[in-house]
């Protein structure tokens, strides 16, 4: 069989990988508006950096993850890593279920984080490697629209579980069966892309670098430029998922209410994707990445200030639009800046230090939040992301 790069030469191989990483993404759903709830009523805490210790277990665990998936892509297989990481999922659910302490509830996001860090580093390499250059943004636009839509649809949908039935249990089920299908998904539908990198790499132009890490992590300018703000824009997600559900308790809002505004941000990122994707295959990625970040950073710093319903929706909506200009974006500028056969290990960098942005978000958040309150949590991670913005736009060369 003739091995073709592109997206309409693979388009059902690419179409289960979106099936998946929709699955994928609603697994983290699950947790994006029921649990400063569930850990104040199952287990009594109200700690802000207690309860955003969940959010530090999972960053960490899917940064290091995200390092090693793209390290061992190459040498194990994409498939393989894709179904480990989803017969890791399999136990999460019933742990949270049947946790009698807290610490059971920080383990859970711990193999959470493994699952993501396998799963959605897997599925978005392996759409990176069936595509080839040209419709690189696109593809990764459709991917993280994909897994960013779940995400909003389930943070929705446990909101309004958990206000009808109660926290437990059955906000909870809804996890046995998105982890159940994404397994057998991947085993039964999806192929392992190896083949594809090999005739890309043929054509490849790229230089090879002579250290992935510290190229991506520091010395290159595009890489790292690109590379930092990634961990700045998953800094504040981080806290956005623990401290806005804080936030909106603090101003009397239901769990109805309040899964609402929690999943327009998502739900705006997710949609947005489908266009700003393939944006960044016309447009300049330069100026997608400052604006993205410019746009997300003040609409940060505007939450305490404007506390309406109608408001939060609509800075909730300029948020996921600026994360949906960058998301994608990232993804396909690493893509672009490096070789074929180092590109696995350069995303997983990347990836590593993105994701590492949740646990420092969380703990930056969580104890600020703590000493000065929940606004001054929120304008300092604000202020952070516009200075982000301002790296890109000083140090970060065209793509």
């Known amino acids: 069989m003739t091995v073709k790069l592109g997206l309409k030469e693979n388009w059902k191989q690419f179409t289960i990988l979106v099936i998946v990483n929709a699955f994928v993404g609603a697994m983290v759903g699950l947790e994006r508006t029921i649990f400063p709830k569930f850990a104040e009523l199952e287990f009594g805490i109200s700690s802000k950096t207690a309860i955003l210790s969940f959010i530090v277990a999972f960053g960490i665990s899917k940064a290091i993850t995200n390092y090693f998936t793209g390290k061992l892509a190459n040498k194990y297989g994409r498939k393989n890593l894709l179904i480990i990481g989803w017969i890791i999922a399999l136990p999460i659910p019933f742990i949270l279920l049947n946790a009698t302490s807290w610490n059971w509830v920080v383990f859970a996001n711990v193999l959470l984080g493994i699952n993501q860090g396998l799963t959605w580093s897997s599925t978005v390499v392996m759409k990176i490697d069936l595509v080839g250059e040209k419709d690189r943004g696109l593809a990764m636009g459709i991917n993280e629209f994909a897994g960013y839509f779940a995400v909003g649809i389930v943070a929705f949908l446990t909101g309004i579980i958990a206000q009808e039935y109660g926290i437990k249990p059955f906000p909870f089920y809804l996890g046995i069966g998105i982890s159940i299908i994404g397994l057998l998904t991947s085993i039964l539908f999806v192929k392992d892309t190896r083949k594809f990198v090999n005739i890309e790499q043929q054509e490849s132009k790229n230089e090879t670098l002579n250290n992935v890490f ?34 909106l308790f603090a101003l009397n809002y239901d769990t109805k209410n309040i899964g609402i505004i929690a999943a327009i941000y998502p739900t705006v990122w997710g949609i947005g994707q489908l266009f700003t994707g ?8 330069k100026a997608m990445l400052f604006w993205g970040m410019l746009l997300q950073g003040f609409a940060i710093i505007l939450l305490p200030f404007l506390t309406k319903f109608y408001q939060l929706a609509i800075i909730s909506a300029i948020l996921g639009f600026g994360t949906a200009l960058v998301y994608p974006t990232f993804l396909s500028a690493i893509a672009n800046a490096t070789s074929p056969n180092q590109r696995a290990e350069s995303i997983g960098v990347f990836r590593l230090w993105r994701d590492l942005g949740y646990a420092i978000g969380a703990i930056l958040s969580g104890i600020i939040a703590d000493i000065y309150g929940i606004e001054s949590a929120i304008i300092s991670i604000g202020i952070l992301t516009v200075i982000s913005s301002i790296v890109i736009k000083l140090r970060m060369k065209e793509v």
């Open 278 to 285: 393939e944006m960044a295959d016309i447009y300049s990625k």
């Open 214 to 247: 510290i190229e991506t992590t520091f010395k290159d300018k595009t890489l790292s430029s690109i590379t930092q703000a990634g961990l700045v824009n998953n800094l504040n997600d981080g806290m956005i998922w623990g401290i806005l559900p804080i936030l």
